[in-house]
């Protein structure tokens, strides 16, 4: 691990939260951070967590964050030039955002989140629990520049694809010798994707990670939060949609408002698979598990408005767990979606594996272009404690935002894709093990099985038609 510059800050720290990346993200801020862990606190409803964190010094008050106590809780620890660092499930990030945003307190998260029942109100419409409608709400906060940086959705994915994206970008346009100006302008970035003729992006994950002991019956098992991979496995699976689309699917819907740069499907995500490809595996199958990327990235490559633009490509999540979640997902949906009562992280007991977490760029004159992240349990142990290969691609990206803000404290509410890529990436790239690109010439209609496949188009391999599996 080469020598850490680090950064300077003087004010106080408030992490939200201190689950599997609130547990790795602490060591990383402080290796990069200047703080005394005086400066530190940590609020969370768990007692095992709060050991945990005080084996570091930080100062822990035991709360689970409601709208009714909130205000009371954070507004005699917060002022102005501190940061608040929510990694919280079931606290709203919009309120959370909108405290921050009146007091000058700089401000991140890794996903936006409501209050609890928020996802699964039977009060509510399926549209009104989607990232689209999440998104849409947070970002009607935005003001003036002038104001604390907040930094939305910035873990792994949504956060680090959306550089690895721009990275990607380049990368194609080197290789196929595509000459273009130097990206500066959301509308540079979507011209060159244009260009390239990008028509679809997977972020395309892999997880091969295995513990010793397999899941059981009842059993919730995952490499990463276990309520939050439930609670966006359940949400109507959503997709940045693009330009050469020529069908809606029969059972999508388009949003009334806003951008309307995605769409959503009246059935959840984890029951709704997609074929993508990684390099360690080649074809796969991936689930279609909402996030907020697809939708963002999706409107920061368009080119020209609304509903029928010049140009855009199709964005969306291809998500394959590793085998104890993907055996865990068959359960839950075979329980009707109720949550098993059980539940277990994987953590010090995973035996082995990695995690492969690119972006696949598909449709251009290479193909297919994969660029990302591959990073195995052994690496991740090595390079930080208290990490999986997982949780690592997330809180070395939580790690650079915070030194981002820290370093551009007044630049008002941000996402990842309004970032400068390169300084992230170099902020992150120690801890993301080989961050490489491989070519291919998978298409989605390669080898299909004449009979059992349904009917394909033939003539644009990249219709999300035929991407669809289920």
């Known amino acids: 691990m080469p020598a850490v510059q680090r950064q300077p800050f003087c004010a106080r720290l408030i992490i939200i939260g201190y689950g599997s990346i609130g547990r790795g993200v602490l060591p990383l801020l402080l290796r990069h951070i200047e703080l005394d862990p005086a400066q530190v606190w940590v609020i969370c409803p768990s007692g095992a967590a709060e050991q945990a964190a005080r084996d570091y010094g930080v100062q822990v008050e035991q709360q689970a964050l409601t709208a009714n106590n909130f205000h009371a809780c954070l507004e005699p620890k917060l002022r102005a030039g501190d940061f608040l660092l929510n990694l919280s499930v079931e606290v709203s990030s919009q309120a959370l955002l909108a405290f921050c945003q009146t007091r000058d307190v700089l401000y991140l998260d890794t996903c936006t989140e409501p209050w609890a029942g928020g996802y699964d109100s039977a009060e509510q419409p399926p549209q009104a629990?989607?990232?689209?409608?999440?998104?849409?709400?947070?970002?009607?906060?935005?003001?003036?520049?002038?104001?604390a940086t907040a930094i939305l959705t910035h873990g792994a994915n949504p956060g680090l694809v959306s550089h690895l994206v721009k990275q990607a970008l380049e990368n194609l346009a080197a290789d196929i010798g595509q000459q273009h100006?130097?990206?500066?302008?959301?509308?540079?970035?979507?011209?060159?994707?244009?260009?390239?003729?990008?028509?679809?992006?997977?972020?395309?994950?892999?997880?091969?990670?295995?513990?010793?002991?397999?899941?059981?019956?009842?059993?919730?098992?995952?490499?990463?939060?276990?309520?939050?991979?439930?609670?966006?496995?359940?949400?109507?699976?959503?997709?940045?949609?693009?330009?050469?689309?020529?069908?809606?699917?029969?059972?999508?819907?388009?949003?009334?408002?806003?951008?309307?740069?995605?769409?959503?499907?009246?059935?959840?995500?984890?029951?709704?698979?997609?074929?993508?490809?990684?390099?360690?595996?080649?074809?796969?199958?991936?689930?279609?598990?909402?996030?907020?990327?697809?939708?963002?990235i999706a409107e920061y490559l368009t080119v020209g408005e609304g509903a029928h633009p010049d140009y855009r490509p199709t964005v969306h999540y291809a998500y394959r767990p590793c085998d104890d979640a993907l055996l865990s997902l068959h359960e839950l949906a075979a329980?009707?979606?109720?949550?098993?009562?059980?539940?277990?992280?994987?953590?010090?007991?995973?035996?082995?594996?990695?995690?492969?977490?690119?972006?696949?760029?598909?449709?251009?004159?290479?193909?297919?272009?994969?660029?990302?992240?591959?990073?195995?349990?052994?690496?991740?142990?090595?390079?930080?404690?208290?990490?999986?290969?997982?949780?690592?691609?997330?809180t070395a990206a939580v790690m650079a935002g915070v030194v981002w803000t820290i370093r551009n404290p007044r630049r008002g509410i941000l996402e990842p894709d309004e970032l400068p890529h390169r300084e992230i990436l170099e902020l992150c790239r120690p801890y993301l093990g080989p961050l490489q690109g491989f070519y291919s010439d998978w298409t989605p209609l390669a080898q299909r099985h004449v009979g059992i496949d349904p009917p394909s188009d033939e003539e644009d391999p990249w219709q999300f038609r035929n991407l669809r599996f289920t």
């Open 129 to 147: 629990c989607t990232n689209y409608a999440l998104r849409h709400g947070i970002l009607a906060l935005r003001g003036a520049q002038d104001s």
């Open 181 to 296: 100006p130097v990206c500066t302008s959301r509308e540079d970035w979507a011209r060159l994707a244009q260009a390239l003729q990008v028509k679809v992006i997977h972020i395309a994950e892999y997880d091969s990670q295995y513990a010793a002991r397999r899941k059981e019956p009842g059993e919730f098992v995952n490499t990463w939060s276990v309520e939050g991979f439930i609670a966006e496995a359940c949400q109507p699976a959503e997709l940045g949609w693009g330009s050469h689309e020529r069908a809606l699917p029969a059972d999508a819907r388009r949003h009334p408002y806003g951008s309307q740069a995605a769409i959503y499907l009246q059935r959840p995500g984890a029951a709704t698979q997609v074929r993508t490809w990684t390099p360690g595996v080649g074809p796969t199958l991936g689930f279609l598990v909402t996030h907020s990327e697809a939708i963002s």
């Open 335 to 394: 329980r009707q979606w109720q949550p098993q009562p059980r539940q277990r992280l994987l953590d010090d007991d995973i035996a082995g594996g990695r995690d492969e977490l690119g972006v696949l760029l598909l449709g251009h004159g290479k193909t297919a272009y994969w660029y990302g992240s591959t990073l195995s349990i052994d690496q991740a142990r090595t390079l930080c404690p208290h990490n999986s290969a997982t949780s690592l691609q997330v």
